[in-house]
Nanobody
Framework: QVQLVESGGGLVQAGGSLRLSCAAS????????MCWYHQAPGKQRELVSS???????NYADSVKGRFTISRDNAKNTVYLQMNSLKPEDTAVYYC?????????????????WGQGTQVTVSS
């Protein structure tokens, strides 16, 4: 079994910072893309940022210059450093990873999601 466990959400004032972490565990052979999405109440889940296995990054226009994605391949962990937070950043944040794993009987690749962590930015 492969799972993603997130941490680091919370309540912060506008202009403040938070750092989200997402650790993958299980019979992992390798991890391809890792991403962060967010979903605000009544809205669709949106891509915030992504990072490839070799470190290439991509950001939504709304977070460019404020958020930084990084990963530690030795720890199977992806991070999202969020600075200069705004009330409109308030959402549940989900991590996603495309993971190659060994089930014990075969090798396969699957898409996995974390449980979500709430980020609330007060004005």
């Amino acid at each position: 079994q492969v799972q993603l466990v997130e941490s680091g959400g919370g309540l912060v004032q506008a202009g403040g910072s938070l750092r989200l972490s997402c650790a993958a565990s299980g019979s992992i052979l390798s991890i391809n893309d890792m991403c962060w999405y967010h979903q605000a109440p009544g809205k669709q889940r949106e891509l915030v940022s992504s990072i490839t296995s070799d470190g290439r990054t991509n950001y939504a226009d709304s977070v460019k210059g404020r958020f930084t994605i990084s990963r530690d391949n030795a720890k199977n962990t992806v991070y999202l450093q969020m600075n200069s937070l705004k009330p409109e950043d308030t959402a549940v944040y989900y991590c996603y990873a495309n993971i190659k794993y060994n089930s014990g009987h075969y090798v396969a690749t699957g898409d996995y999601w974390g449980q979500g962590t709430q980020v609330t930015v007060s004005s």
